[in-house]
Protein backbone atom coordinates (compact mmCIF):
# COMPACT_ATOMS: atom_id res chain seq x y z
CA UNK A 1 0.00 0.00 0.00
CA UNK A 2 1.32 3.48 -0.97
CA UNK A 3 0.66 6.72 1.92
CA UNK A 4 0.18 10.01 -0.04
CA UNK A 5 0.06 13.03 1.87
CA UNK A 6 -2.38 15.17 1.43
CA UNK A 7 -1.86 19.31 0.83
CA UNK A 8 -3.33 22.30 -0.80
CA UNK A 9 -0.94 24.26 -2.93
CA UNK A 10 -2.23 27.74 -4.02
CA UNK A 11 -2.26 28.09 -7.89
CA UNK A 12 0.05 30.90 -8.98
CA UNK A 13 -1.93 33.45 -11.08
CA UNK A 14 -0.20 35.61 -14.13
CA UNK A 15 -2.00 38.76 -14.44
CA UNK A 16 -1.35 40.54 -17.83
CA UNK A 17 -2.21 43.87 -19.65
CA UNK A 18 -1.28 46.11 -21.94
CA UNK A 19 -2.76 48.64 -24.69
CA UNK A 20 -2.95 48.57 -28.14
CA UNK A 21 -4.93 50.51 -31.22
CA UNK A 22 -6.79 49.18 -34.07
CA UNK A 23 -6.23 50.39 -37.20
CA UNK A 24 -8.72 53.25 -38.48
CA UNK A 25 -9.50 51.27 -41.90
CA UNK A 26 -10.26 48.29 -39.71
CA UNK A 27 -14.05 49.92 -38.99
CA UNK A 28 -16.67 47.77 -40.18
CA UNK A 29 -14.91 44.56 -40.08
CA UNK A 30 -14.60 41.47 -37.67
CA UNK A 31 -12.02 41.63 -35.75
CA UNK A 32 -10.18 38.82 -33.62
CA UNK A 33 -8.03 38.38 -30.71
CA UNK A 34 -6.13 34.80 -31.03
CA UNK A 35 -3.59 32.87 -28.64
CA UNK A 36 -1.46 30.02 -29.53
CA UNK A 37 -0.42 29.19 -26.49
CA UNK A 38 -1.43 29.67 -22.94
CA UNK A 39 -0.59 27.17 -19.96
CA UNK A 40 -2.58 26.28 -18.46
CA UNK A 41 -6.17 28.26 -18.24
CA UNK A 42 -6.91 32.25 -18.35
CA UNK A 43 -9.45 34.87 -18.60
CA UNK A 44 -9.47 37.49 -21.34
CA UNK A 45 -11.13 40.99 -20.85
CA UNK A 46 -11.31 44.15 -23.58
CA UNK A 47 -11.64 47.41 -21.96
CA UNK A 48 -12.59 45.98 -18.98
CA UNK A 49 -15.37 43.77 -20.30
CA UNK A 50 -14.80 39.99 -19.76
CA UNK A 51 -14.67 38.16 -23.03
CA UNK A 52 -14.27 34.26 -22.31
CA UNK A 53 -11.38 31.88 -21.69
CA UNK A 54 -9.83 28.92 -22.35
CA UNK A 55 -8.35 25.62 -20.89
CA UNK A 56 -6.61 23.92 -23.56
CA UNK A 57 -3.09 25.44 -23.71
CA UNK A 58 -2.00 24.27 -26.66
CA UNK A 59 -4.23 24.74 -29.44
CA UNK A 60 -4.94 28.61 -30.55
CA UNK A 61 -7.86 30.23 -28.52
CA UNK A 62 -9.94 32.62 -30.50
CA UNK A 63 -11.51 35.62 -29.32
CA UNK A 64 -13.92 37.77 -31.23
CA UNK A 65 -13.06 40.90 -30.02
CA UNK A 66 -15.22 43.10 -32.81
CA UNK A 67 -18.11 43.84 -29.86
CA UNK A 68 -15.37 45.33 -27.29
CA UNK A 69 -13.15 47.66 -29.38
CA UNK A 70 -13.44 51.13 -28.99
CA UNK A 71 -11.52 53.99 -31.23
CA UNK A 72 -8.52 54.78 -30.44
CA UNK A 73 -6.39 53.10 -27.79
CA UNK A 74 -7.80 49.55 -26.22
CA UNK A 75 -7.06 47.76 -23.04
CA UNK A 76 -6.27 44.15 -22.97
CA UNK A 77 -6.19 41.94 -19.44
CA UNK A 78 -5.41 38.01 -19.53
CA UNK A 79 -5.33 36.44 -16.03
CA UNK A 80 -3.21 33.47 -16.23
CA UNK A 81 -3.76 29.98 -13.86
CA UNK A 82 -1.01 27.26 -13.34
CA UNK A 83 -3.63 24.98 -12.24
CA UNK A 84 -7.21 23.88 -13.60
CA UNK A 85 -8.95 20.94 -14.31
CA UNK A 86 -7.65 21.32 -17.91
CA UNK A 87 -4.48 20.60 -16.69
CA UNK A 88 -5.11 16.56 -15.43
CA UNK A 89 -5.33 16.15 -19.41
CA UNK A 90 -1.92 17.86 -19.88
CA UNK A 91 0.31 15.50 -17.51
CA UNK A 92 3.00 15.24 -20.71
CA UNK A 93 6.79 13.97 -20.18
CA UNK A 94 8.22 17.43 -20.57
CA UNK A 95 9.36 20.11 -18.41
CA UNK A 96 5.79 22.09 -17.07
CA UNK A 97 5.83 25.51 -17.49
CA UNK A 98 3.14 28.13 -17.30
CA UNK A 99 1.92 31.53 -18.57
CA UNK A 100 1.86 33.04 -22.45
CA UNK A 101 4.56 30.93 -24.24
CA UNK A 102 3.13 31.51 -27.91
CA UNK A 103 2.25 34.18 -29.86
CA UNK A 104 -0.49 36.35 -29.10
CA UNK A 105 -2.00 38.19 -32.29
CA UNK A 106 -4.43 40.99 -33.00
CA UNK A 107 -6.07 40.39 -37.17
CA UNK A 108 -9.14 41.15 -39.43
CA UNK A 109 -11.11 39.52 -41.66
CA UNK A 110 -14.03 40.93 -43.54
CA UNK A 111 -17.70 40.23 -42.19
CA UNK A 112 -18.32 38.03 -45.26
CA UNK A 113 -15.21 36.23 -45.25
CA UNK A 114 -14.52 32.09 -45.32
CA UNK A 115 -15.40 30.26 -42.37
CA UNK A 116 -13.95 26.73 -42.95
CA UNK A 117 -11.66 25.33 -46.27
CA UNK A 118 -9.79 22.29 -46.19
CA UNK A 119 -8.08 21.00 -49.27
CA UNK A 120 -6.48 17.68 -50.21
CA UNK A 121 -3.91 17.60 -52.62
CA UNK A 122 -4.15 13.73 -53.86
CA UNK A 123 -2.73 11.36 -57.10
CA UNK A 124 -4.70 9.53 -59.22
CA UNK A 125 -3.43 5.96 -59.70
CA UNK A 126 -0.53 6.84 -61.77
CA UNK A 127 0.77 9.10 -59.17
CA UNK A 128 1.39 11.45 -61.97
CA UNK A 129 -1.68 13.28 -62.15
CA UNK A 130 -2.35 15.88 -59.16
CA UNK A 131 -6.67 15.69 -58.07
CA UNK A 132 -7.83 18.70 -55.94
CA UNK A 133 -10.67 18.06 -53.65
CA UNK A 134 -11.94 20.89 -51.77
CA UNK A 135 -14.56 21.60 -49.20
CA UNK A 136 -15.38 25.65 -48.40
CA UNK A 137 -17.84 26.99 -46.10
CA UNK A 138 -18.68 31.07 -45.69
CA UNK A 139 -21.75 33.81 -45.27
CA UNK A 140 -24.50 32.16 -46.90
CA UNK A 141 -25.19 35.15 -48.92
CA UNK A 142 -21.66 34.16 -50.89
CA UNK A 143 -22.62 32.00 -53.85
CA UNK A 144 -19.51 30.86 -55.65
CA UNK A 145 -15.50 30.17 -54.88
CA UNK A 146 -12.96 29.97 -57.60
CA UNK A 147 -9.50 28.93 -57.10
CA UNK A 148 -6.28 29.34 -59.17
CA UNK A 149 -3.97 26.78 -58.93
CA UNK A 150 0.09 28.35 -59.07
CA UNK A 151 3.49 26.79 -59.41
CA UNK A 152 5.89 29.50 -58.42
CA UNK A 153 4.51 32.55 -60.48
CA UNK A 154 2.77 30.41 -63.33
CA UNK A 155 -0.57 29.37 -63.09
CA UNK A 156 -1.45 25.82 -64.00
CA UNK A 157 -5.07 25.43 -63.24
CA UNK A 158 -8.29 27.16 -62.45
CA UNK A 159 -11.59 26.41 -61.67
CA UNK A 160 -15.03 27.26 -59.19
CA UNK A 161 -16.61 26.11 -56.97
CA UNK A 162 -20.76 26.44 -56.12
CA UNK A 163 -22.26 27.19 -52.85
CA UNK A 164 -25.49 26.67 -51.25
CA UNK A 165 -26.26 27.97 -48.22
CA UNK A 166 -22.42 29.44 -48.11
CA UNK A 167 -21.34 25.48 -48.57
CA UNK A 168 -19.85 23.67 -51.11
CA UNK A 169 -17.50 21.16 -52.33
CA UNK A 170 -15.50 20.07 -55.73
CA UNK A 171 -13.20 17.60 -56.79
CA UNK A 172 -10.98 18.54 -59.96
CA UNK A 173 -8.29 16.93 -62.23
CA UNK A 174 -5.32 19.33 -62.60
CA UNK A 175 -2.88 17.64 -64.63
CA UNK A 176 0.57 16.33 -64.63
CA UNK A 177 2.29 17.75 -61.00
CA UNK A 178 5.44 17.70 -59.40
CA UNK A 179 4.82 15.08 -56.32
CA UNK A 180 5.61 15.84 -52.76
CA UNK A 181 7.97 13.92 -50.25
CA UNK A 182 10.84 14.04 -47.93
CA UNK A 183 13.49 14.11 -50.71
CA UNK A 184 11.88 16.27 -53.14
CA UNK A 185 8.71 18.70 -51.08
CA UNK A 186 7.27 20.35 -54.26
CA UNK A 187 4.90 22.98 -53.16
CA UNK A 188 1.94 24.74 -54.78
CA UNK A 189 -0.37 27.55 -53.95
CA UNK A 190 -3.56 27.63 -54.14
CA UNK A 191 -6.01 31.02 -54.13
CA UNK A 192 -9.46 31.14 -53.02
CA UNK A 193 -11.22 33.93 -53.77
CA UNK A 194 -15.44 34.26 -52.14
CA UNK A 195 -17.83 35.91 -54.16
CA UNK A 196 -21.44 37.31 -53.73
CA UNK A 197 -22.85 37.67 -56.60
CA UNK A 198 -19.99 39.74 -59.53
CA UNK A 199 -18.39 41.61 -56.38
CA UNK A 200 -15.64 39.61 -54.81
CA UNK A 201 -15.60 39.70 -50.75
CA UNK A 202 -12.60 37.40 -49.26
CA UNK A 203 -9.52 36.14 -50.25
CA UNK A 204 -7.78 32.91 -49.00
CA UNK A 205 -4.14 31.23 -50.09
CA UNK A 206 -2.53 28.47 -48.41
CA UNK A 207 0.19 26.23 -49.79
CA UNK A 208 -0.62 22.58 -50.66
CA UNK A 209 1.39 19.62 -51.90
CA UNK A 210 0.34 16.77 -54.46
CA UNK A 211 1.09 13.57 -52.75
CA UNK A 212 -0.69 9.98 -52.35
CA UNK A 213 -0.37 8.09 -48.72
CA UNK A 214 -0.94 4.33 -48.35
CA UNK A 215 -0.57 1.05 -46.45
CA UNK A 216 -0.49 -2.35 -48.29
CA UNK A 217 -0.16 -4.43 -45.24
CA UNK A 218 3.23 -4.28 -44.98
CA UNK A 219 4.75 -1.35 -46.24
CA UNK A 220 4.12 2.85 -45.62
CA UNK A 221 3.94 4.13 -49.03
CA UNK A 222 4.37 7.38 -50.17
CA UNK A 223 3.47 8.16 -53.94
CA UNK A 224 3.41 4.63 -54.38
CA UNK A 225 6.90 3.91 -53.31
CA UNK A 226 8.01 2.26 -49.75
CA UNK A 227 10.05 4.87 -47.49
CA UNK A 228 11.71 4.18 -44.47
CA UNK A 229 10.99 6.34 -41.48
CA UNK A 230 14.04 7.79 -40.00
CA UNK A 231 12.56 10.06 -37.37
CA UNK A 232 12.69 11.94 -33.80
CA UNK A 233 10.66 12.73 -30.87
CA UNK A 234 10.67 16.97 -30.79
CA UNK A 235 9.51 19.01 -27.59
CA UNK A 236 9.28 22.69 -27.54
CA UNK A 237 12.19 23.66 -25.48
CA UNK A 238 14.55 26.50 -25.42
CA UNK A 239 17.82 26.57 -22.62
CA UNK A 240 16.69 30.41 -22.76
CA UNK A 241 13.20 30.41 -23.16
CA UNK A 242 11.48 27.23 -21.98
CA UNK A 243 8.34 26.71 -23.63
CA UNK A 244 9.21 29.50 -25.73
CA UNK A 245 10.89 28.78 -28.49
CA UNK A 246 12.44 30.84 -31.40
CA UNK A 247 11.12 29.96 -35.01
CA UNK A 248 14.24 31.20 -36.21
CA UNK A 249 16.25 28.22 -34.11
CA UNK A 250 13.21 25.75 -34.78
CA UNK A 251 14.03 26.04 -38.63
CA UNK A 252 17.85 25.58 -37.90
CA UNK A 253 16.86 22.62 -36.04
CA UNK A 254 15.35 21.46 -39.28
CA UNK A 255 17.97 22.04 -41.35
CA UNK A 256 20.30 20.01 -39.40
CA UNK A 257 18.00 16.85 -39.01
CA UNK A 258 17.57 17.13 -42.90
CA UNK A 259 21.41 17.35 -42.92
CA UNK A 260 21.60 13.72 -40.48
CA UNK A 261 19.04 12.58 -42.77
CA UNK A 262 16.22 12.72 -40.02
CA UNK A 263 12.71 12.61 -42.22
CA UNK A 264 10.04 12.64 -40.09
CA UNK A 265 9.71 13.63 -36.99
CA UNK A 266 6.63 12.70 -33.90
CA UNK A 267 5.42 15.99 -32.12
CA UNK A 268 5.55 14.56 -28.70
CA UNK A 269 3.33 15.07 -27.20
CA UNK A 270 1.22 17.96 -28.45
CA UNK A 271 0.57 20.28 -31.52
CA UNK A 272 3.10 22.59 -32.69
CA UNK A 273 2.59 26.43 -33.60
CA UNK A 274 1.25 26.89 -37.02
CA UNK A 275 5.05 27.30 -38.36
CA UNK A 276 6.49 24.47 -37.46
CA UNK A 277 3.53 22.65 -40.10
CA UNK A 278 4.69 25.28 -42.52
CA UNK A 279 8.28 24.45 -41.98
CA UNK A 280 8.14 20.90 -42.65
CA UNK A 281 6.02 21.51 -45.25
CA UNK A 282 8.96 23.41 -47.08
CA UNK A 283 11.87 21.15 -46.14
CA UNK A 284 10.51 17.52 -46.29
CA UNK A 285 9.35 16.10 -43.36
CA UNK A 286 6.44 13.17 -42.60
CA UNK A 287 4.39 14.84 -38.90
CA UNK A 288 3.54 12.55 -36.61
CA UNK A 289 1.46 14.79 -34.98
CA UNK A 290 -0.29 14.73 -31.15
CA UNK A 291 -3.45 16.21 -29.17
CA UNK A 292 -2.73 17.75 -26.04
CA UNK A 293 -3.83 15.20 -24.30
CA UNK A 294 -2.30 12.59 -21.96
CA UNK A 295 -3.18 11.92 -18.39
CA UNK A 296 0.25 10.16 -16.83
CA UNK A 297 -1.22 11.73 -12.87
CA UNK A 298 -3.37 9.05 -12.01
CA UNK A 299 -0.65 6.71 -12.53
CA UNK A 300 1.21 7.69 -9.23
CA UNK A 301 -1.91 6.50 -7.42
CA UNK A 302 -2.78 3.63 -9.82
CA UNK A 303 -6.27 4.71 -10.74
CA UNK A 304 -5.93 4.29 -14.59
CA UNK A 305 -9.50 4.78 -15.58
CA UNK A 306 -9.87 7.91 -13.59
CA UNK A 307 -11.44 10.38 -16.80
CA UNK A 308 -10.58 7.79 -19.13
CA UNK A 309 -13.96 6.13 -18.41
CA UNK A 310 -15.45 8.81 -17.26
CA UNK A 311 -18.77 10.08 -19.74
CA UNK A 312 -18.90 13.77 -18.49
CA UNK A 313 -15.46 14.29 -19.63
CA UNK A 314 -16.09 12.68 -23.16
CA UNK A 315 -16.22 16.65 -24.57
CA UNK A 316 -13.40 17.27 -22.89
CA UNK A 317 -11.14 14.40 -24.39
CA UNK A 318 -13.12 14.81 -28.47
CA UNK A 319 -12.82 18.91 -28.73
CA UNK A 320 -8.52 17.97 -28.09
CA UNK A 321 -8.53 15.36 -30.59
CA UNK A 322 -10.13 17.41 -33.21
CA UNK A 323 -8.70 20.66 -32.78
CA UNK A 324 -5.50 19.03 -33.33
CA UNK A 325 -6.58 18.16 -36.68
CA UNK A 326 -8.57 21.24 -36.82
CA UNK A 327 -4.76 23.82 -36.57
CA UNK A 328 -2.42 21.83 -38.18
CA UNK A 329 -1.34 22.41 -42.11
CA UNK A 330 -3.32 20.51 -44.81
CA UNK A 331 -0.59 20.87 -47.37
CA UNK A 332 1.72 17.89 -47.10
Same mark, same amino acid.
Given at each position: ????????????? %??????? &? #????? !? =?????? $?????????????????????????????????????? %??????? &? #????? !? =?????? $?????????????????????????????????????? %????????????? !??????????????????????????????????????????????????????????????????????????????????????????????????????????????????????????????????????????????????????????????????????????????????????????????
Amino acid at each position: NKNYTSYKERTPV %GSYRRTF &E #VPADW !D =GREVYM $QFDGVDSFFYLWINGQYVGFSKDSRNPARFDISPYLKK %GENVVAA &E #VYRHS !D =GAYLEC $QDMWWYSGIFRDVTVYTEPKKAVNDYIVDADLDKTYEN %GILKQTICADVAA !DRAVWKLWKDSEEIAAGEISLENGCGEATDLVGKVESWNAEEPNLYRIEVTLFEGEQPVDVIETQIGFRKIENDGKNFRVNGKAILINGVNMHDFSPKGGATVDPAVVEQDLILMKQYNINAIRCSHYPKASYFYDLCDRYGFYVIDEADLETHGFEWIEKYEWLNEEESWKNAYCDRSSRCLLYTSDAA
